[in-house]
């Protein structure tokens, strides 16, 4: 009985409890922003104090974008059977 209401009430199960989320998606997305720009700016804090030279966001995204390339290598060179670097051969 109570599934067959569950299949014929319309909505979601969220609307039946009538669940929203705590924060809305574009709020979501700027708290990353904001966090990303915090990040930043402390590790920039850092590289002044020992005097190397600041990051920008552009190279933060070009290192994160090379390291994922090279996570999807890893990734298709194991599952075609290869070794990764640093995996040990047989026996």
Known sequence: MLLAIGRLYPGTGADQ???KPARS????????LDDFEQM?????E???????PELTEDQVRLEVEAQERERRARSERYRAG?????A????
Request: aromatic share 4%.
């Open 17 to 19: 409890v009538d669940r």
């Open 46 to 52: 850092r590289r002044r104090r020992r005097g190397t």
């Open 88 to 91: 040990a051969g047989p026996g």
């Open 25 to 32: 998606y574009e709020d979501e997305i700027q708290l990353e």
């Open 82 to 86: 290869g070794l990764g670097p640093g």
């Open 40 to 44: 930043l700016e402390l590790q920039n």
